[in-house]
């Protein structure tokens, strides 16, 4: 595509890949960095809900979420003991209501999928990039097997510890929220009653939170395990846990709580941190997605679903975008993005604190889970690439 913008993605996670397909289907060049030299199964279970799903549904990938992922149709909430707090369906949302699901994915599935995606030769595995140069007219980057590159636009999808957000000045300060979760994936024919579970279930109660859903269409049950903790634990998706720290944690819960415990192989322990949003995400032509962007912690399921609402907005913004408005355009990403990646990423600090608070009765908790509920509905109905596109047209010439 001679003349078109040369645009560079650093890091192939969900964030980087979903904005490489999403830049791709608008007729851009791109070429996507990644540090790792073979896909990784690495991860468990994502949520990718309906403001995300849509989105991959427009670019073709319908099916194959229905295929590799379960339906989140509904959430069920219990005490520890198992007594039910409360349920909530679809039906609340207009959006969900009108059968505009999300899906509960292996990370490892949808990573596979968005990959094979893509044409041979846009994912450079093994290029850990190590340094960014902006030039006025392009940036040259550099990765530490010796390889150097160059772009118009460069995408920083690198995750948490994003070398792009210290290229452009930045540094992202994780402060601990004080919890860590055990994570695992139970094949569902060890648990009995895994056939009959759907959607998300959670069980709460003396600051822990417990949570079930299944995924791989149900072959696998994922498991989220948050427990409170003095220690600072690694920020690590691999990062092995105890499985015998784990089931005294939950000693005495109610029963699938404890067989599913049981029929762990093994489990990760994952530190839960936060982080402020950053002062600002862009230069003249480098800017930063997902992880990079605006970590969250995760109790509203939104880190992979907010990473792919900034890869359509990004395709939006760029198409037939010339290299002297790449700066204007990255402002107007910038402006449209942060407010909405804050606004999550404060719901979800506000859901942690809500999921572990200890003293209400399940009444008491049902009612603020509903008005939590009802309030949220803002994240699922987003449309990003609408919004992106009426930003565009609306923006001062
Ligand atoms: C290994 C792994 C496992 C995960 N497992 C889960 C899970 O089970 N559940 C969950 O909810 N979330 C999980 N996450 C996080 C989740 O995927 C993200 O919160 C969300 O999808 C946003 O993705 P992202 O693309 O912004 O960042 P990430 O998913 O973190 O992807 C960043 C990518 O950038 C690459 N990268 C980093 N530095 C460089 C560099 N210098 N040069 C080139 N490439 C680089 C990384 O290898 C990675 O592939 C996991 C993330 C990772 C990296």
Known sequence: MPGSLRIAIVGGGIGGLTAALALRARGLEVRVFEQAE????????????????????????????????????????????????????????????????????????????????????????????????????????????????????????????????????????????????????????????????????????????FLLYPVAQGRLINMVAFVPTDTDSEESWSAPGDLKALAAEYAGWDRPVQDTINSLDETFRWGIYDRAPLPYWSTDRITLMGDAAHPMVPHVGQGAGQSIEDGFTLAVLLEGCTAKDVADRLDLYEVIRRERTSKVQALARAAGQLYRSEHDTPAEMAARLREWAAQRKWVFEHDAEKVAADALSNRPR
Request: hydrophobic share 40%.
């Open 38 to 209: 073979v896909l990784r199964e690495i991860g468990a279970g994502v949520s990718v809900h309906p403001n995300a799903a849509r989105l991959l549904k427009r670019v073709g990938f319908e099916e194959q979420l229905q295929k590799i992922g379960s339906p989140i149709s509904a959430a069920v909430l219990r005490t520890s003991q198992g007594d039910l707090i409360t349920v909530r369906d679809g039906s609340a949302t207009p959006a969900l209501a009108e059968g505009d699901l999300g899906y509960n994915v292996h990370r490892a599935d949808l990573l596979n999928l968005l990959f094979d995606a893509l044409p041979k030769g846009t994912v450079a595995l093994g290029h850990r990039c190590v340094q960014l140069k902006e030039e006025d007219d392009r940036v040259r980057l550099s990765f530490a097997n010796g390889v150097a590159a160059e772009a118009d636009v460069v995408i920083g999808a690198d995750g948490i510890r994003s070398v792009v957000q210290r290229e452009i000045g930045l540094q992202s300060r994780p402060t601990s929220e004080r919890i860590m979760a055990y994570r695992g994936l139970i094949p569902a024919e060890r648990l009995p009653w895994a056939p009959d579970l759907k959607g998300t279930h959670f069980w709460l109660g003396s600051g822990r939170s």
